[in-house]
């Protein structure tokens, strides 16, 4: 049973990346699920969440208007899209479910949280 986070590398600033978060051992059936970054030595952020198969996705500030989360509840997999990225999105990247999903993003609730993955690693250098 797991999270299995992907698609995390190394690009130039303005440059995107896609992200894919796939369940293993269970379904996202209408879970909630977040995105989450994380830079080593600091706490975690919520990025982005979306609620069920049909939800609309709720963002950080931060990543407003540069980020996109899109599903398929069908493959268990949720995606980040993320465009025009900044030395700032430099973190590891990882999914969980289920999560609080805010106007403002996922919040981390510890009696809330059942899964969560790895992560994948996404750095932003020139």
């Known amino acids: 049973v797991q999270l299995q986070a992907s698609g995390g590398g190394m690009v130039q600033p303005g440059g995107s990346l896609r992200l894919s978060c796939t369940a293993s051992?269970?379904?996202?059936?209408?879970?909630?699920i977040g995105w989450f970054r994380q830079v080593q030595g600091k706490r975690h952020e919520g990025v982005s969440c979306?609620?069920?198969?049909?939800?609309?996705?709720a963002y950080v500030e931060a990543v407003k208007g540069r980020f996109t989360m899109s599903q398929d509840r069908a493959q268990s997999t949720v995606f980040l899209e993320m465009n025009n990225l900044k030395p700032e999105d430099t973190a590891t990247y990882f999914c969980?479910?289920?999560?609080?999903?805010?106007?403002?993003?996922?919040?981390?609730?510890?009696?809330?949280?059942?899964?969560w993955g790895q992560g994948t690693q996404v750095t932003v250098s020139s």
């Open positions: 969980a479910t289920p999560v609080i999903c805010q106007s403002d993003g996922p919040m981390w609730h510890g009696e809330v949280v059942r899964y």
């Open positions: 051992g269970f379904t996202l059936d209408y879970r909630s």
């Open positions: 979306l609620v069920g198969s049909d939800g609309r996705p």
